[in-house]
């Protein structure tokens, strides 16, 4: 009964601090996903680097016109079939003054 409670116990210590991150990820990938993107050509894609220079048209969200920069990217972020010289549409945001594409997906 003692090691029941015990395992109880050490079960919701593991567990309490994992579920709110699960969640922020759930959100802000929601959050993604129903936000306004951007128009843009692949100009170098490094994915060892997570890092992408994009040709892009203006970008919204971030004040931005058009230019040519480069982004970094979280693993998963940027689909397989994406390869340089590709159009893409993407959403990027600015966090610690760094700009981060956050979803991408391939355009027409
Ligand atoms: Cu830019």
Excluded: C, W
């Amino acid at each position: 009964m003692k090691q029941l409670v015990l395992r109880a116990l050490i079960g919701a210590m593991i567990a309490i601090p994992i579920a709110p991150v699960i969640a922020a990820d759930v959100a802000s990938a929601a959050k993604a996903a129903s936000q306004p993107m951007s128009a843009g050509t692949i100009r170098r894609l490094d994915r060892a680097a997570g890092s992408i220079t994009i040709t892009h048209g203006p970008i919204e969200n971030l004040g931005m016109g058009a230019m040519t920069m480069t982004f970094t990217f979280k693993k998963g972020v940027v689909p397989a079939s994406l390869k340089d010289g590709d159009k893409l549409r993407f959403r990027a945001e600015e966090k610690d003054g760094q700009y981060i594409v956050v979803r991408a997906v391939p355009a027409k």
